[in-house]
């Protein structure tokens, strides 16, 4: 995530199964304009089952921005 472009990632989808514990961001050293940084997730693992972990870079704007959606934002859990 870089938060001088104004676009943050958020969490799209999410299974059942787990639930978001939260989400920091950390700022790469040293903070200087166009340094970008970290999204840190956790999770926790409520019950068995599976599905996908979806990400999406979008800009609070007028109107709203929502990047396209990159590999890498993509990911599937299964707790068992």
């Known amino acids: 995530a ?13 299974p059942s199964c787990v639930y978001l514990v939260s989400s920091t961001y950390v ?6 304009p166009g340094s970008g ?8 693992a409520v019950k068995n089952g ?18 396209d959606q990159t590999q890498m934002e993509k990911r599937f859990v299964i707790v068992s």
């Open 50 to 67: 599976e599905g996908p972990i979806e990400f999406r870079h979008v800009k609070f704007s007028t109107p709203i921005d929502i990047a």
């Open 2 to 14: 870089n938060s001088s472009t104004g676009f943050a990632s958020t969490l799209s989808e999410l």
């Open 27 to 32: 700022a790469n050293h040293p903070q200087i």
């Open 37 to 44: 940084g970290t999204q840190v997730y956790k999770f926790v």
